[in-house]
């Protein structure tokens, strides 16, 4: 994970590899659901064989403990 | 649909709007199905409440008429 600053902001950012492009769609759900669950939101990025995962709190304008507990949840999906 | 440069590659792009996570995310899944149907694949970024969709032919390093069609076909997953 790199922290960077997106329009002010700081985000901690990971760009996760695939075979294909249906391989990155079903990361893409499968963080999805994990974000939905947590009600807290992810910048996902879909591309032909990979995801930008962003995760940061807009409501504090920057990182929350929150956003690494999920970058590791995100972590496991990808592992898993 | 806007034309844009990204990486010296020219893309048409449209930012479609939704009224929470999950309608973004279910719409990102229904065009990346499309996607995958026609063998030909976008930039799909997912965010609370919109998904930001870039059509471009990597090979040709721009639009071709293909692109027009599968943005046609985007908004069409959208209004139905």
Excluded: C
């Amino acid at each position: 994970w790199q922290p960077l600053t997106v329009d002010g902001e700081q985000r901690l950012r990971r760009v996760f590899k695939f075979k294909n492009f249906a391989e990155a769609l079903a990361f893409t759900q499968r963080v999805g659901d994990l974000a939905e669950e947590a009600d807290h939101h992810p910048a996902l990025l879909t591309e032909w064989g990979k995801v930008t995962v962003d995760w940061w709190t807009h409501k504090i304008g920057g990182l929350h403990r929150n956003d690494f507990i999920m970058a590791a949840k995100t972590d496991r999906v990808y592992s898993s």
